[in-house]
């Protein structure tokens, strides 16, 4: 909602397998996040760029990758890497800069079967 | 109902009742707040936001409160209603990209 949609809403990944998660942003927003949130805890930052063709790592970056090639779209890839990938991913997106809120998508919910 | 004093992860509160939600922030830089509401199985809301150089800021049912001086942050729901069931969460952003949220507080309306 708010202008971020996230696709797809249920996502099923076999292990060893890449995953690429959806997030486009109406907003004209130049920031964009990716959060991760696992049961009872709260949201942990991903990756997020601040523009286009640029994007730094959060906190727990290892075993994702970003790109950032249109204002409107931060797709996040969970590779094999990411020991742990079953979870709910939240894209928001913001003003850059700080100091303001971030909107957020409804969400991804992976599982690893 | 209400929660004082330290976080708790959850607070049961009567319908019609006012709840207070604590978060305790950990930067003393930060000079930016914001709560938000998350449904289950759905992305959070933005609820209010406050800068540092406030003390109090009210919306609609809802009011934060800001003491600096022990880094706490709180939100305060007036005639709390089925609907405000939620888990609610801080964030504190210190003027750069980075919000920065705590663990939650699971808020249920018993009618």
């Not at chain 1, 990716?34 to 049961?39: A, K, N, V």
């Not at chain 2, 936001?49 to 406030?54: A, E, F, L, V, W």
Request: aromatic share 10%.
């Amino acid at each position: 909602d708010g202008g971020i949609t996230q696709s797809p809403k249920y996502l099923f990944r076999k292990e060893g397998q890449n995953v690429t998660l959806s997030c486009e942003q109406n907003l004209n927003h130049d920031a964009m996040y990716w959060y991760r949130q696992d049961p009872g805890q709260g949201l942990r930052l991903i990756y997020y760029s601040q523009i286009v063709n640029d994007f730094q790592k959060g906190d727990i970056a290892e075993g994702y990758s970003v790109s950032r090639e249109k204002k409107e779209s931060f797709p996040l890839t969970v590779t094999s890497a990411q020991k742990n990938p079953t979870a709910f991913y939240l894209c928001a997106a913001g003003r850059s800069g700080g100091g303001t809120e971030a909107f957020f998508g409804q969400g991804t919910r992976l599982t690893v079967v | 109902g209400e929660s004082v004093g330290l976080h708790l992860p959850t607070l049961s509160v009567q319908e019609g009742d006012n709840s207070i939600i604590n978060c305790a922030y950990s930067n003393s830089a930060s000079d930016y707040f914001i709560w938000y509401k998350q449904e289950s199985g759905k992305g959070p809301q933005f609820i209010i936001d406050i800068r540092s150089n406030m003390d109090k800021r009210q919306g609609q049912r809802v009011t934060v409160l800001l003491n600096k001086t022990v880094k706490h942050l709180s939100l305060q729901i007036a005639a709390t209603q089925p609907g405000d069931s939620a888990v609610y969460f801080c964030a504190e952003n210190m003027g750069d990209y980075k919000l920065s949220f705590g663990a939650g507080t699971t808020v249920t309306v018993r009618a």
